[in-house]
Every structure is written in structure tokens, then in C-alpha cells.
């Protein structure tokens, strides 16, 4: 007689060939995972309750203090780096852990979040069987702890003791100090004695990870016009004035521009009249203007997101062109500040992400495949990505990142945590 084999004895048999897939010290580490998820929780719960906001100097500092103890049990080397008081930061928790053999591993983590103390208090709430809330829950204290219990795994399977990492935790990735060389200095620095990075920013559920992320700039547009009685508007005499003019260049730049792909640029203060004052410091303006006189001064700033150096550039030539063709009148300048570099992506970072593919098959999650560049801003990733193949995305998943209500896939974390352990192990072979 033929036997019927059942939907769910085929799928027990699926996941024990891929579980099979799986060497023994990567199933020690994932059943040591299982097995203490509770501190892991703990962990996360006890730091998602301090508040870092990036201006909470001492808060990012109980933070990092917080993840310090328990890496030094794991025998790394705990340093704080210090950034210069006139940045008004707290600085950086840099811990390094020496191996004899394999790859050199960067892991990315950050101790500041969005909400600042004068926020409305977000503590560590469970709201249903699979999803907490919580400041920073996901961005990033939940990929920080990812990143720890990982490395706790690790050692219980009896594997860290010959790797080589450098575990990067910034202390102001969500308001960099400025100037940002300065801030990114020993963090750029550390990263190019290494052979890999990885971030562990939000997830993206269990199926994607971050092979690029966008860069970022700024820009600054500012137009200057002959002033008269508004009843003279649009003759040869007096033109058009300021903020025809800036309102000419936005809607150019919307209409050639806003359909490239991964192209973002918006235009966020924008102040026109008589009489403007500006300060850059608070990202303030004020104006003065009547409605019978032309406007002689206006003054825009945005930023500009792009996927590479090439795409960066190409647009700023566009734009520069489109300001160029002034009404009559009118004269138009536009400037342009870099912030962080895009994450491109290269074969490099496409390997990883096949590395990565590989395992999440032999764990019997499934596939894993690069995610939308376009649905990430820039990171700390993105100031060394020319250096080296990274991934990025490693970390908690979860929603709302930077608003209040913030939430974490409880039941996807513990996966993402075996993820991060068996990918660094293979990483280092």
C-alpha cells in the first residue's frame, strides 16, 4: 500500500534536513540562544529603560556601561572614546576582542536614540504575545543586544575564544557631533584594520538584509531679485522677484528630477520677503514682507539622498543647470554640503548577502535576499562601507522607528539572534 506523507510530517522532515545543514558548534550556540533567552530580554529591557537621547550625555554613558559588563565577561577589552567637549557628545564604547586566527569582524551598534529626556517616557512595555514597545526598542538597543547575545552564544559553543572583533557601539549616530570627521574619526580609523562589517541596525523581518544603504547631503539655495511695488511684479523693470524664483527652481527640480530611482531630495525650510534672518545653528528663519512689495531675498535648504558617489554627483550638475536659468530679474545660487557617504552596492556586499542566504536556509527560516536600498536613510555603516563588504539590517525587527510607540517582533527576535551567532561563526571560519 502507498503511504501518505502529511503536510506537517513533510515539513518536520524539511526542517530536520536543513537543521542538518548546521555543524555542531552552530547548534550549541543556537540552543544556548534558546536557552537564555530570558537574560538576553532582560538585557534589552534594562536598556531600553535608561534614557539615551544623543544630548543625554550620562544616559548614553549608563548604556554603554550596561553593555560593557557583559562583553567584558566575554573577555573584551573595553575602551570609552572620548569626543572633543566642544562636540557635547558622550562619546563611544569600543570593545576588541583578540583571536589567532580567521577574518577580522567591525560589528556596528549604537547607544543613543531619537528621545531625548523632555520626550514622553517610553519604558519597556509588552502589548501582546509578540510585540513589545519601548524608546529605541528596535532602533537600535534591540540590535545591540542581538549583537551581545550572539557573541555570549558564541563563547558557550566554545568558538569566540580564536575570533577577532571589534564591537563598535557609537554613542551619537542619531545627531552626530559636528564636525562629523571629527566624530567619525577613531571609528573609521578601527574599522580599516578590519576585513568585515557588519551593522545591526532594524531589520527588515526575517528575509532581507541591507547589501546598500543611501547616502546623504545637504543643500542650500539662495536667490536675491530687484524689489519695487508689487504692481510692477513681472515687467522688464522689476522682474520677478525671490520667491518666484525659488518657487520656479523647487518645482523644476520635482519635475526632472523626482522620478530616479533611489533620488530623494526635500526641501525642509524655506523663508522669503522683505527682510529674512537665518540660523543655521537652530534651522530657523524669520522673515518680514507685505504683500505690496516684491520680494528680494529668499533663502531654501534640503537634503539629497542618493545610492552612489556617481548618482550624488550627476544630480548636483542638474541641479546647478536648473538653478542657472534664472527669471528675469533674478539671481540664484545653490550650495551643497556632504554628510554621510551612500553604502553602495557592490559585489562585495552581494556576497555576504549569499553567505548570509546560505545559512538562514540550513537554520530552516529560508531565503535571504538584499531589501530596498530606498526604504533606508544613511547609518554608521555608510562612513566605512568604501573600505570594506558590509551588510547592514543585521539587527532587532520591529516598527515606528523614531516616533513614540516604537515596537520589536518578539517572536522573531530569538531567530535573529541565532542568525547573527551562526553567520559571525561562519564569517570567521
Given at each position: 500500500m502507498r503511504k501518505t506523507i502529511t503536510p506537517l510530517l513533510f515539513c518536520f522532515f524539511a526542517f530536520s534536513a536543513a537543521r542538518a545543514q548546521l555543524t555542531a558548534p552552530e547548534k550549541k550556540a543556537i540552543a544556548y540562544i534558546n536557552d537564555h533567552m530570558d537574560a538576553a530580554m532582560q538585557l534589552l529591557i534594562n536598556s531600553v529603560n535608561i534614557n539615551s537621547g544623543t544630548l543625554n550625555i550620562a544616559g548614553v554613558r549608563k548604556v554603554g556601561d550596561l553593555y560593557a559588563k557583559e562583553l567584558e565577561k566575554l573577555g573584551f577589552i573595553i575602551e570609552w572614546v572620548a569626543e572633543p567637549d566642544s562636540l557635547r557628545r558622550a562619546g563611544h564604547l569600543v570593545a576588541t576582542h583578540k583571536g589567532k586566527k580567521g577574518k577580522k569582524l567591525f560589528l556596528i551598534g549604537h547607544l543613543d536614540t531619537v528621545f531625548e529626556p523632555d520626550m514622553p517616557a517610553g519604558p519597556y512595555t509588552v502589548l501582546n504575545d509578540s510585540t513589545a514597545t519601548g524608546q529605541g526598542v528596535n532602533d537600535m538597543k534591540g540590535g545591540d543586544v542581538v549583537m551581545i547575545a550572539a557573541l555570549q552564544a558564541?563563547?558557550?559553543?566554545?568558538?569566540?575564544?580564536?575570533?577577532?572583533?571589534?564591537?563598535?557601539?557609537?554613542?551619537?549616530?542619531?545627531?552626530?557631533?559636528?564636525p562629523h570627521s571629527v566624530a567619525r574619526k577613531d571609528f573609521i580609523e578601527r574599522a580599516k584594520t578590519c576585513d568585515i562589517a557588519l551593522g545591526f541596525e532594524s531589520a527588515m523581518g526575517l528575509h532581507t538584509v541591507a547589501a546598500a544603504r543611501r547616502g546623504i547631503g545637504d543643500w542650500s539655495l539662495d536667490v536675491t531679485a530687484r524689489t519695487g511695488h508689487s504692481s510692477q511684479v513681472f515687467t522688464d523693470s522689476a522682474g520677478f522677484g525671490a520667491i518666484y524664483e525659488a518657487a520656479r527652481i523647487l518645482n523644476t527640480f520635482r519635475e526632472q528630477l523626482s522620478h530616479e530611482q533611489y533620488l530623494t531630495f526635500n526641501p525642509g525650510l524655506i523663508v522669503g520677503g522683505s527682510g529674512i534672518k537665518l540660523s543655521d545653528q537652530d534651522a530657523r528663519g524669520e522673515a518680514l514682507g507685505k504683500t505690496n512689495i516684491i520680494s528680494p531675498a529668499a533663502h531654501v535648504t534640503g537634503d539629497l539622498r542618493f545610492l552612489s558617489e556617481a548618482q550624488k554627483n550627476a544630480v548636483r550638475e542638474k541641479m546647478k543647470t536648473i538653478v542657472a536659468t534664472s527669471l528675469p530679474g533674478t539671481h540664484a545660487s545653490i550650495s551643497f554640503t556632504d554628510g554621510l557617504p551612500a553604502m553602495e552596492p557592490t559585489a562585495g556586499n552581494l556576497a555576504l548577502v549569499s553567505q548570509l542566504d546560505k545559512v538562514t536556509r540550513?537554520?530552516?527560516?529560508?531565503?535571504?535576499?538584499?531589501?530596498?536600498?530606498?526604504?533606508?536613510?544613511?547609518?554608521?555603516?555608510?562612513?566605512?562601507?568604501?573600505?570594506?563588504?558590509?551588510?547592514?539590517?543585521?539587527?532587532?525587527?520591529?516598527?515606528g522607528a523614531h516616533r513614540a510607540g516604537e515596537t520589536i517582533h518578539l517572536k522573531e527576535y530569538p531567530l535573529l539572534i541565532q542568525r547573527a551567532a551562526v553567520f559571525i561563526y561562519r564569517l570567521t571560519r
Open positions: 558564541l563563547q558557550a559553543a566554545g568558538q569566540l575564544k580564536d575570533m577577532n572583533i571589534v564591537a563598535y557601539f557609537t554613542g551619537d549616530e542619531e545627531r552626530s557631533g559636528f540550513d537554520m530552516a527560516i529560508g531565503e535571504t535576499v538584499a531589501g530596498d536600498p530606498g526604504a533606508r536613510g544613511a547609518g554608521d555603516i555608510s562612513d566605512i562601507a568604501q573600505y570594506m563588504d558590509c551588510l547592514d539590517g543585521l539587527g532587532a525587527s520591529g516598527k
